[in-house]
């Protein structure tokens, strides 16, 4: 089982920065995929950014330009910087760890953006 603790949110004006932490625990196999998903009110979660044990990322186009995803902690820590934001963005984040087609998720850090 992983465990998934995330923090960082909060609320930030248009146009602000705001950086997504996430550490993961637990039986956490070589090879896994790492990631931040987001759900708005009434809205199915989607995905945001994600990133492999080897860097490789892709990103919602949405926040393409604006937002990095990036590891570190020998691979079991994700963090989300998040430029330019915009009210859009406001959501409850979520991160996400799969592997072995398993996932496991955090509790959510909710992101307001205020225009």
């Known amino acids: 089982q992983v465990q998934l603790v995330e923090s960082g949110g909060g609320l930030v004006q248009a146009g602000g920065s705001l950086r997504l932490s996430c550490n993961a625990s637990g039986n956490i196999f070589h090879i896994n995929v790492m990631g931040w998903y987001r759900q708005a009110p009434g809205e199915s979660r989607e995905m945001v950014a994600i990133?492999?044990?080897?860097?490789?990322?892709n990103y919602s186009n949405s926040v393409k330009g604006r937002f990095t995803i990036s590891r570190d902690n020998g691979g079991n820590t994700v963090y989300l910087q998040m430029n330019s934001l915009k009210p859009e963005d406001t959501a409850v984040y979520y991160c996400?760890?799969?592997?072995?087609?398993?996932?496991?998720w955090g509790q959510g850090t909710q992101v307001i953006v205020s225009s």
């Open positions: 996400n760890q799969r592997q072995l087609s398993r996932d496991s």
């Open positions: 990133i492999g044990v080897r860097g490789t990322t």
